[in-house]
């Protein structure tokens, strides 16, 4: 048992080494670049002056709220995508029928990239929070479906035949074998779906918005404000990167699901 329980952990501080190595290796190579004349100081700002902008940027109530912004239109597309898409997905894949005709829609729509359907949100619904929400959902809850039907072809039958056999009614079978089968791919799917969010809602707002850290993101570079620039990746990324460790993390909790 205590092996199991210092796995998740080591692992935890592993990953945590290994992005902090990747970082310092990052920081290395682009003030290495300066240093050599590869890159001028107009163009890549030194390190120290963008780490001087991020923390400047997080003290700024008008950033602040920008960030806010832009976490409540992701919160909000992402609490409708996920829930949505994968009860949509189960219900398409437990329908021998619905299954032959949706699933080659679904995975031809997710073919297709979502930024040339942009416009038609605007269209449809203005420059305003709902466009963001919307098409934060359409470009997310496609990746959500398609893992929802892998969850669902992941479940066992002769587990659900077996706990049939004794006797589980329909809520327990969903408790006890379809849940625990699911939940690692579905996991899986949440992390997924996060990137795909963040990332259309970004986008939206780089292509239209008033508010919000894609606007920001577009201001900066059409204005050559390189060390804002920068610095509002950089944010974005830690964000996104400590997003994803979290998920991970309870991700791996969740790993004796598997077996």
Partial sequence: MASKAGKPASG????????MAALGALFGIWQGALALGL???ELL???ADV??????LVRRPSFLGHVG?????VMVAFVIAVPLGILAGTAISESPYWSQVLKPIVFLIFSIPKTIFLPMFILAFGINFGQKVGFGVFSTIFIVLISSFSALESITSDHVRVARAYGATRSQIAWRVYLPSMAP???EAVRLAMIFNLTGILLAEMYASRAGLGQLIANWGENFMLKELLAGILLISAAAI???EAVRWFE?????WRT
Avoid at 69 to 73: F, G, I, Q, S
């Fill in 12 to 19: 935890g501080v592993a990953g945590l080494v290994v992005w």
């Fill in 39 to 41: 890159m001028q100081p």
């Fill in 51 to 56: 780490l001087a902008t991020a923390f400047d």
């Fill in 69 to 73: 912004v832009t976490m409540a239109e």
């Fill in 185 to 187: 791919i579905l996991l």
């Fill in 45 to 47: 700002p030194p390190v």
């Fill in 242 to 244: 400590l997003f994803n």
């Fill in 252 to 256: 791996q909790r969740c790993e004796h």
